[in-house]
């Protein structure tokens, strides 16, 4: 077993990140500022506030009666129910001449509020619960600053390391994203609350496992966990800045579309074109009427559909099938250190086709890495520029390292202090390219939802694929042609691209793990992606798994319906939680939809940005939603395959796993109008 020296104590760092998963599974760590190293943290740590509790309002009263603080909160019922807790987070007002104590007659009630000690102890108490006890094995952790690994050494002694400081030897047991740790706090805290104290259901905690006071709201009879925020007064170091709209929207006019139609001038007068036509066709969209009063039996035994007429119906319409290997890589950490170890052994080239390039500390890592092998490999990156310059100006979930400043541009940074090669993708008509493919030295490719950023390493439920094979030849080809398109020589360099340079070729012979697989493709006036998805929908005869956080298509939406209507085991897997406010309304008006239609909704905990659908034993995944946006207007890429083995592991890891995690919605939610405003005015996106 290998040893671990010098290192603080596990149970200690664990508690850090434990706070740290409360803080952040409310989305607003990047947005509140800590307490000041002033008096007032000493007098929360030194003495013990009053907190009166009433209709989802909170008030905490601190100091002496003479020098009384109010900081009060004020939060809604989160719309998703989790499996066990709830997770929101409120903001405090502070309030230096408040109303006096409420009296015993009022309705608010006093709760107990846990001090410091003791809420370090429960955090203490807590590591050796969730870690298994064979030595060798432990868990992996997912928190607001990385990633760890906790596990027991030889001698039985729990050790935590960086999750890419894992001891070969050491098998990790299960997985512990941000919710699930702080799921398991809570729950943890419940039993041990009950315990000492009975009669209370309410409980507001201190812990203090640095220099900083935290602050944590339990409601066991609601079911909710809350982190309570300081007053924030400013934005926090380190924090991407907002703001140059008109930078931004002077810079369309004249680059995307001026200099794109002059450089582009065929490609971007058809894609204008293209974006009207499709634009126009989302308003013929139907709209989502109840279809059924009675929900058929699941055809549970029924046979799948036949495949082989299936993919030769595939051949006839779009590209061909070709021969290729398949690896999942699920979440930031099987995709970042796998796809960082081949750039790093790269001994030829790295061709980047990406939709966002960030600001921040996770895409200047990969940013630093691309500039460190330029030196002495070829590295090209393209990226989609209006994406890339809206995610750049927007702040992460979760914060950043202390000191970290983004770069103002990731274009000069990625071209300063290094030899990369970047080509920005232009945006005629605000027509934008979704795609996810990178390749290392014509032999490996990945393809999937990630972009570079913070999100997609630490924060969200994703999923990309290394492929290789002869299929990477023609991503391979893909990618040349866009990097030609992007230069200065636009479409004029597109077509010499396309007419002259000889097509690469795979010379590797490896075969043995080599299955059929397809390439599929939204482009201009080229729809592949939507065509077969709605197409292999329709015909289902077993089962139909779709997961995604963008489901708007009412096209898509219907599709899975009247699947169901034929006795289809319909399931769809949603993220209780979504980067887009408006997009989680809307998906809240179609699971309420899809529900009453017999169709299975889950709600995964957190933020699931997975792009896959799994038809009787056919599957597709890739960059491209299940929107109008993807499925029309956007450039997407995608995979599709009908081996039977690989459709077994998918459903396998991919959408078993998640259904194990997620909630069952089992009864509808309640809507309002504002939420169908949402969801019809999405369904043209």
Known sequence: MTQIKNRVPAVIVLAQFIVASFLVTAGLAATATEFSSSATIRDWTNSIPRAFLKDRHLRLYSGAESEQVLFEGEWEKVRVEAQEFSYNGATLKRDTSPPALPDLKSSWQEIAVIDVAQGNRLLRAFAPNIVPAERGHGIYVQHAMGDVVLFRDATGKLQLVPFDGKPADVTID?????????SAAALFLEKELKASHPDKTAFVLLWQPGERLRITFLDLKERESLVLFPPAEDIPRGRPKLGGNLKTLASFAIVD????????????????????VQWTGTFFDPSLRDRASTIPPLTTNAPGMDLVAW??????RFTARERGSIRLLLNGEGFYPEFE???AEATNKVDIHVCIFDRDDVAVRMADLFKARSTNIAVRVVFDRLNTRGAGGAPPATPMPDGFVPPSSITSYLRDGGEVRVRPLLNPGFSCDHSKVFIIDERYAYIGGMNFGREYRYEWHDLMAEVEGPVVASMQRQFNKKWAQAGVWGDCGLAAETMFRAKPHYESTNSADWIDLRRLYTKTFD??????ELEAIDRARNHVFLENSYLYSNEMILALVRARLRGVDVRVIMPGENDFASGHSSNLVTSNFLRRHGVRVY?????????????DGWVCFGSANFDALSLRLNREGNLATSDAEFAARFRREVFETDFAKARELKEGIAVDWSDHLSDALLNPF
């Open 311 to 316: 993919e030769q119906w595939l051949d006839q």
């Open 257 to 276: 579309n001026g200099w794109g139609f002059l450089k582009n001038p065929v490609s971007s007068a058809t894609r204008t074109i293209h974006q009207g």
């Open 174 to 182: 299960r997985r512990y994203s941000r919710h699930e740790l702080a």
């Open 603 to 615: 709600f995964y905990p957190g933020m699931s940005h997975v792009k896959a659908l799994l038809v």
């Open 527 to 532: 729809r592949q992606i939507r065509r077969a």
């Open 341 to 343: 170890r081949r750039v």
